[in-house]
């Protein structure tokens, strides 16, 4: 019941006739307990009747209960956080930070083993150790951490260093006066440089002579980095190479700027390229947890405003509980052993590799959102959750496990940066070493936890965000929840990709793997939607910024079809299944694109130019096809409002397991290529008003908004562009009512209603089956709710909570 409603009065009590009974009976059974409990103090049932219409709204375009199952559980109470009291052995070697749940040190690159007194080198170098039988990393630095000969003119890798290397992450840094100049030998472990230098991070901005001329390894000139003005000489060099390194900043790097983890370390430990140096007594991969006994101090994040406005505290570290009850599922994030998660963050050294954000120093060290990688939902969904209320630190109480692994890293840049780490060894197809990563992960989760035994690992979440999606999963992992990209059927498969080295079918023998490493990934689909699910791919907030669904004035669709992408001109013939290649060669033999605004190209195709965005807001039909696995245009298409043209046998899209696809998709048969001009263009105009409608109320189901940093950046923008959609609003009124004359004021409401809150796309219905005046605002109509609500993240925890009794 709302709160501003006024009580009935008796006369007006519910259920008092066996009609009011009757409908009473219906709304029990699909409303939520809050409203149920409204109904019983006196509520009439119109009052619940309204509120099923939102519920239903939220729920639109569903299948099956999972939606409002999830509405119209009983919340469980919120429990203070579980706390470990188990000591580390010395301090972890002053290094590492003591787990208290287990009693065990988690060790920062350089460091490995029992209390982190292992050293474990990634020097520079150039080249890796296939084929030469040795366990330990090949450098190419000598003891004081510099090449040992520049002219020695091998195929590089990224790590090779014209400077003086940080050997534990493979980092290189200037010689020189402005160089680095490390720790004293013997220090302590844990010394910080003695001048950290400035980065001079790859072989490309090495010099490519000596001082005396001779050819080098490197790709600059030798003047630009170590003469008389060189960026390693002085303050105010000719030329900077780029820092090319997360937290530093400035035209000559030398200004720190804030470092991403996940979750800023929760605003109670220091970040270092993704490693966080917990305080004294907070403990975690996020620093939330804190060791028993101790009292909690206050997090710096609402402090440091760069903070403040992106992430917050975890609610599953306050005490009390920032609320009496929660809903489920309860979800317990591991604190990984650093090499499947910590280190691999450390190893990327560039800022957007790997992440789904970082912060720009040169602006004061703003968060940019970025789907420059790919795979970011892998950082993405563990930042989400480590914020989440969602979130619990007793296993006990947990619906599922999440394991935020970061495989899909391995490949690039890790796997082409240096010669560690390995799974267990270099060579092969690079998915490899994502399998690898995964057993290794099953094998410390088994010796260090028994929760994956307890339930055989039915309740355990991994991601797989890489092109082939779960294809190459380790057959240990089959039990398990994959939320993946790709979401191919059928048992029996075969690697499609057209990158060779990510062919997951091309098995391997090595000395450490002699048996081969398919063995332990066969036999299972790439995708079963009985128990997995396929989630959106990451779009940062500017990729959709011209969409009217995200509050811009919506734009006339006057593009039939549009596609911008790789069209395989230079690729395998396997690429993309051949979809994107024969509608191209047809597109372009027809001329399409002027004889029917059918737009699809590359690179120099001149009639796709145009703002991605702006482009995609005008199309009608927008392409979904295969690249070398999954593409993210579903994402691209849904997020514009353009009604995607799905064209992938045998594969499920973006939730199509959970969402009625038909109602707002089109999906043909890769059989139907060649007519796939003539079906577009027979598609009914009400049909494409009525799919247009359907996309207002489930698009924000593809957009990430549950990190505070997004939800506010999209809530500030959908504000900002509310001026201008006002404008649209009211010509479109004007124009309904004067075609409709006497009947305008009904047709202007369905020509401007305006979808928010819930009803998401409530208005866009209205408008789908209006008469002409109704038609005049193009669909789908602008949002204007809470950008977090039913967002993708929103909607995967709707999904796990139907899931739950699965994994008994």
Request: a neutral charge.
């Amino acid at each position: 019941m709302r709160a501003n409603q006024p009580r009935p009065s008796r006369s007006a009590s519910p259920c008092t006739h066996r009609l009011e009974q009757n409908k009473c009976r219906a709304l029990f059974i699909a409303l939520t307990t809050a409203t149920i409990a409204a109904l019983l103090r006196g509520a009439t049932c119109d009052a619940g009747a309204a509120l099923l219409t939102e519920a239903q709204a939220r729920c639109a375009q569903t299948k099956g209960r999972w939606c409002t199952d999830y509405a119209s559980q009983e919340p469980v109470k919120w429990l203070p956080p579980l706390r470990g009291s188990t000591d580390c052995p010395a301090g972890c070697n002053g290094v590492g930070r003591c787990n208290y749940d287990t009693g065990k040190c988690d060790c920062p690159a350089g460091w490995t083993g029992e209390g982190c007194r292992t050293p474990f080198k990634r020097p520079c170098t150039h080249r890796t150790r296939i084929g030469l039988n040795q366990l330990t990393p090949i450098g190419h630095i000598g003891p004081d951490k510099r090449d040992l000969d520049w002219t020695e003119l091998t195929p590089n890798i990224y790590s090779r260093c014209g400077g003086v290397c940080d050997d534990d992450l493979a980092i290189c840094y200037c010689d020189g006066p402005l160089g680095r100049i490390p720790a004293p030998e013997g220090s302590p472990p844990g010394t910080p440089p003695v001048q950290w230098g400035r980065p001079l991070v790859t072989f490309h901005h090495a010099p490519s002579t000596t001082w005396d001329g001779r050819k080098a390894f490197g790709e600059a000139q030798y003047e630009q980095v170590y003469g008389p003005r060189g960026y390693c000489n002085v303050t105010d060099p000719e030329w900077v190479p780029g820092c090319g390194m997360d937290g530093t900043a400035g035209r000559t790097c030398d200004e720190p700027s804030e470092h991403f983890c996940p979750g800023a370390c929760s605003g109670h430990g220091t970040c270092y390229l993704g490693w966080c140096n917990c305080e004294e007594g907070y403990y975690g991969h996020d620093c939330a947890r804190r060791k028993a006994g101790l009292p909690l101090t206050p997090s710096y994040i609402p402090d440091r405003i760069w903070l403040s406005r992106v992430v917050r505290e975890p609610p599953a570290a306050l005490e009390p509980p920032p609320a009496p009850t929660r809903k489920r599922p309860l979800i317990y994030v591991y604190d990984l052993e650093p090499m499947f998660q910590a280190k691999i963050l450390q190893y990327r050294v560039t800022p957007r590799w790997c992440v789904h954000r970082w912060h720009s120093g040169q602006r004061d060290n703003h968060t940019d959102w970025t789907d420059l990688w790919v795979y970011a939902v892998d950082t993405l969904l563990h930042e989400s959750l480590l914020g989440s209320e969602h979130r619990t630190f007793d296993p006990k109480e947990a619906d599922f496990f999440y394991v935020p692994h970061q495989a899909s890293c391995l490949p690039f840049p890790i796997g082409s940066w240096a010669d560690a780490p390995w799974f267990p060894e270099p060579g092969g197809p690079r998915v490899m070493q994502m399998a690898n990563m995964l057993r290794d992960t099953v094998t410390w989760i088994n010796a260090t936890f028994p929760f994956w035994q307890a339930r055989g690992g039915r309740d355990h979440i991994f991601t797989f965000a890489h092109d082939e999606g779960a294809c190459w999963a380790p057959t240990v992992l089959n039990a398990s929840i994959w939320l993946t990209h790709w979401g191919r059927l059928g048992l029996n498969h075969t690697s499609n990709t057209a990158y060779m080295s990510d062919r997951y079918d091309q098995d391997y023998v090595s000395d450490l793997q002699p048996e081969g490493w398919i063995k332990f990934t066969q036999g299972h689909p790439c995708y079963n939607p009985e128990k997995d699910l396929v989630i959106p791919a990451f779009k940062q907030p500017s990729h959709y910024h011209a969409s009217g669904l995200a509050g811009s004035p919506t734009r006339k669709r006057d593009i039939l079809f549009y596609f911008r992408g790789d069209v395989g001109k230079y690729r395998q013939p396997n690429y993309s299944r051949g979809v994107r290649q024969k509608i191209y060669q047809m597109a372009l033999d027809g001329d399409w694109a002027t004889k029917h605004k059918f737009m699809i190209g590359q690179g120099s195709d001149k009639h796709i130019e145009g703002d991605y965005s702006e482009m995609l807001a005008r199309s009608r039909f927008c392409l979904v096809a295969p690249g070398d696995g999954w593409s993210a245009r579903m994402e691209d298409a849904v997020l514009h409002g353009c009604i995607p043209v799905i064209i992938m046998d045998g594969v499920h899209a973006v939730f199509e397991s959970i969402l009625d696809l038909d109602s707002f998709s089109v999906r043909l048969t890769e059989e139907q290529v060649p007519n796939i001009l003539q079906i577009l263009q027979s598609v009914p105009r009400k049909v494409v008003r009525q799919k247009q409608a359907h996309l207002g109320r489930v698009w924000q189901r593809f957009r990430y908004a549950s990190i505070p940093g997004l939800s506010l950046q999209l809530a500030e923008a959908q504000e900002g562009r509310k001026a201008a959609r006002e404008v649209q609003e009211a010509q479109a009124a004007e124009q309904a009512a004067n075609a409709a004359g006497t009947e305008g004021a009904g047709s202007a409401d369905a020509a401007t209603g305006t979808s928010s809150g819930a009803a998401a796309g409530g208005g866009a219905g209205a408008g789908a089956g209006a008469g002409d005046a109704g038609e005049r605002m193009p669909l789908p109509r602008p949002f204007v709710g809470d950008p977090a609500q039913d967002d993708a993240f929103a909607t995967i925890l709707a999904w796990l909570y139907s899931r739950i009794e699965a994994t008994r």
